[in-house]
């Protein structure tokens, strides 16, 4: 037997029309693709895209594939002239064996996570999977069954193309009412319509931790994501033995730059 995470509607973003964007530019720049050397581009297809949402899914992936050292080989901004001010927000690509990573993709409007979401996409070509790791606030999380309870809740929401979980799998499907939105639903959206395999792995915590255990179940949530067969199959990710004495060490030099956690949303 096998587990089916339920098909959420994800958010609408309205149909894969990329006339939609491009009539969006006439009122403000786009996010816009930018090479840190456009002389080396990025290699297209790879097997696993992993897209990292928040502070903790970043510690995650840099832990989990080993990134420090990595190089950036792109990014995606949004340059804004709204108002007179200029403002810019990066998603850093970097590329780890047969993994491409986007980290940190934060600062992205509603109106501009649908481009952001295409950018990237054309920026990577056709991936086999997508793994997308996302932390949300617990308030988001709308409670319906006496599973979900404690600090920290992770589920698990795929588009229809994404292989099934394994039975005996211990991450549970986001049940509706739940909905996602921003960036993380635009990417979703964006491989739902293009029948791209994508599974969006998302940790509803309380905001604010109260101890180092807690932020060590935060970023314990996600252990899940490098479990996933279509991620295991292809990519060679770090255990869970040694990916958590990472996080711990990370986890202790949080609480000494703090007198509590500053692992907040």
Not at 57 to 80: H, K, N, S, W, Y
Not at 110 to 125: E, K, S
Not at 169 to 183: E, H, I, K, M, Y
Not at 223 to 236: K, N
Request: proline share 6%; net charge negative; charged share 20%.
């Amino acid at each position: 037997m096998e587990v089916e995470a339920p098909q959420v509607h994800f958010f609408d973003y309205g149909s894969d029309d990329e006339s939609e964007a491009t009539s969006a530019s006439e009122a403000r720049p786009l996010p816009a693709l930018r090479l840190t050397d456009p002389g080396q581009p990025l290699a297209t297809a790879p097997s696993v895209l992993f897209v990292g949402f928040g502070a903790v899914p970043t510690e995650c992936l840099r832990a989990r594939l080993q990134l420090d050292g990595a190089a950036v080989m792109a990014d995606i901004f949004t340059a804004r002239s709204e108002d007179g001010t200029a403002n810019e927000s990066t998603s850093p690509i970097c590329q780890k064996g047969a993994a491409t990573v986007c980290v940190g993709a934060t600062g992205i409007t509603g109106g501009d996570a649908p481009t952001w979401a295409t950018q990237l996409l054309a920026a990577v070509g056709a991936p086999k999977f997508v793994a997308i790791l996302l932390e949300e606030p617990i308030f988001k999380f709308r409670r319906t069954s006496a599973h979900d309870q404690g600090e920290v809740i992770a589920r698990t929401l795929s588009t229809s193309s994404a292989p099934q979980l394994p039975a005996g799998t211990d991450s549970l499907g986001l049940d509706q009412p739940n909905v996602v939105s921003g960036a993380a639903a635009a990417l979703m959206t964006k491989c739902q319509l293009r029948g791209i395999p994508a599974r969006m792995y998302v940790s509803y915590r309380a905001h604010g931790g109260t101890d180092r255990d807690a932020d060590m179940a935060a970023l314990s949530s996600f252990d899940g994501a490098f479990r996933d067969p279509s991620v295991a199959a292809d990519v060679e990710v770090t255990g869970d033995a040694d990916a958590h004495k990472v996080y711990q060490s990370f986890v202790k030099s949080a609480w000494n730059k703090e007198s509590s956690s500053h692992m907040y949303l």
